[in-house]
């Protein structure tokens, strides 16, 4: 049965990079609370500090003086340590005021700092002091940083991004280093990919690059364009698609994936873009909890809405086909397809990751494709971490996210002509999801 838990990015950053693989799929309980020593060793920032640990002494030692060179404590052990570990200087670990000192609190007396050269590992002395009758503990001591936050103004609008612990997360990574591009398909209804917080993340398929100067986007004074030099009627990477520079439209069967105004929900897959994969730190507009993932646009819906979404498994299939990661879908119904199921089998089968927003109808019953086997099954929870009233729920679902309760408290993210809005619903939270997957993969 899947479990139905809240989704914390410092924990799925450490636990899914052990199973979230180009070539492998995430697991319905596959969370890990604690890294392993493997992937400590891989932080960015030092998680002690160098040539320092921390001592307590038992009660009842004399107060050891401060010290710097030759360091003796006067007890035969622990100066045998001394010399072995060239110990350089000690001193008290912390500046208290001792009138206010208390038996009951405490004695923060007996703490102190020592040094020794940075050649000598701190949990190796650590552990050589512990283990002395004389000393009550010995630590290594942690380093502490400014939690990570981004400079978009929008960002202190975001509540979700604390709620699931995105800035600590950042402290670990941000997305901007990864050794490969991550990419997150938007398969809704089309994207506003020239938006001014989406445009440098907009995925570009470079098989259409027919200039090959390296890109399929340029900006040509006042506005982001496809190269004209690359638009040449030619499908130069044989994809079936015919300068598809960063996804496709399939209801007017064109290269460009932007929504139109005024079509069915024609905002909607940009604020879905907005929460898998914004620019974040760029000055402008929103954060996503990834700093750097890509998005590819896939506009499925017809548009006026009365035939719902008759693209839909068409754009599952482009994105995997096309390399994405992971396939962001924020749309659903009740009916099981054997079709259908046979595209998420073949898409999970060419290594794309597939996430689904649950439904918004509160009902236990089973939702596709969110409910088909092999797919991340996204329910929704409220800012107080509780199931969001609209969310559906069941052993159909993976896991929790933000995704708002009404507009006034939904998530705040991207819509078209370089705006911003709130909208709630499993539809916000599939592309939070998926963008805290994008993070995972990143790092």
């Known amino acids: 049965m899947k479990k139905f838990t809240l989704f914390l990015a410092v924990i799925a950053i450490i636990g899914l990079t052990s199973m979230v693989t180009s070539d492998s799929v995430m697991g319905p309980n596959g969370f890990q609370n604690h890294p392993d020593q493997s992937m400590l060793k891989q932080q960015q920032q030092p998680l002690v500090e160098k040539g320092m640990i921390t001592i307590k002494l038992i009660n009842g030692m004399d107060a050891l003086p401060k010290q710097k060179g030759n360091v003796i404590f006067n007890i035969e052990s622990l100066d045998k340590l001394s010399s072995r570990y060239e110990l350089e200087s000690i001193d008290k670990r912390f500046r208290y005021n001792p009138a206010k000192m208390r038996n009951d609190l405490p004695d923060l007396s007996r703490i102190y700092r020592i040094t020794f050269p940075e050649m000598y590992p701190p949990r190796r002395i650590a552990d050589a002091f512990a283990q002395d009758p004389a000393i009550e503990y010995a630590e290594t001591r942690p380093v502490n940083y400014h939690s990570e936050v981004p400079d978009d103004p929008f960002h202190y609008q975001q509540h979700f991004l604390p709620q699931i612990q995105a800035e600590e997360a950042w402290e670990i990574h941000k997305g901007e280093d990864g050794e490969e591009d991550v990419v997150i398909a938007v398969v809704d209804t089309g994207t506003d990919w020239d938006h001014e917080d989406l445009q440098a993340n907009a995925w570009q398929n470079l098989g259409e690059d027919a200039d090959g100067d390296g890109v ?79 998005f590819m646009s896939l506009h499925i819906a017809s548009g006026d809405g009365e035939e719902g979404l008759p693209y839909a498994y068409d754009g599952i299939i482009y994105a995997a086909e096309n390399g994405a990661e992971i396939i962001t879908n924020s749309w659903g119904g009740y009916v099981y397809s054997e079709a259908n199921f046979e595209v998420i089998q073949y898409a999970v089968g060419l290594g794309s990751i597939v996430v689904a927003a649950a439904g918004n109808d509160n009902k236990y019953d089973a939702h596709y494709p969110s409910s088909y086997p092999l797919v991340v099954s996204v329910a929704s929870i409220s800012k107080t971490d509780h199931k969001a009233s609209y969310s559906n729920f069941g052993p159909n679902i993976s896991v929790g996210a933000p995704g708002g309760e009404g507009s006034a408290n939904g998530l705040f993210s991207t819509v078209p002509n370089n705006a911003y809005n709130w909208m709630a619903g499993t539809s916000m939270a599939s592309p939070t999801c998926a963008g805290l997957i994008g993070l995972a993969q990143s790092y």
Do not use: K, Q, R
Not at 238 to 247: A, H, K, S
Not at 256 to 271: I, K, L, N, Q, R
């Open 216 to 294: 399929v986007m340029e900006y040509n004074g006042s506005a982001w364009i496809f190269d004209p030099d690359d638009a040449n009627g030619i499908d130069d990477d044989g994809n079936g698609f015919v300068d598809d520079f960063t996804g496709w439209g399939y209801y007017y069967e064109t290269n460009d994936p932007s929504p139109v105004s005024g079509d069915y929900a024609w905002d909607h897959g940009t604020h879905c873009a907005g929460l898998a994969a914004a620019v974040t730190d760029n000055g402008i507009g929103v954060a996503a909890i990834s700093w750097n993932v890509e």
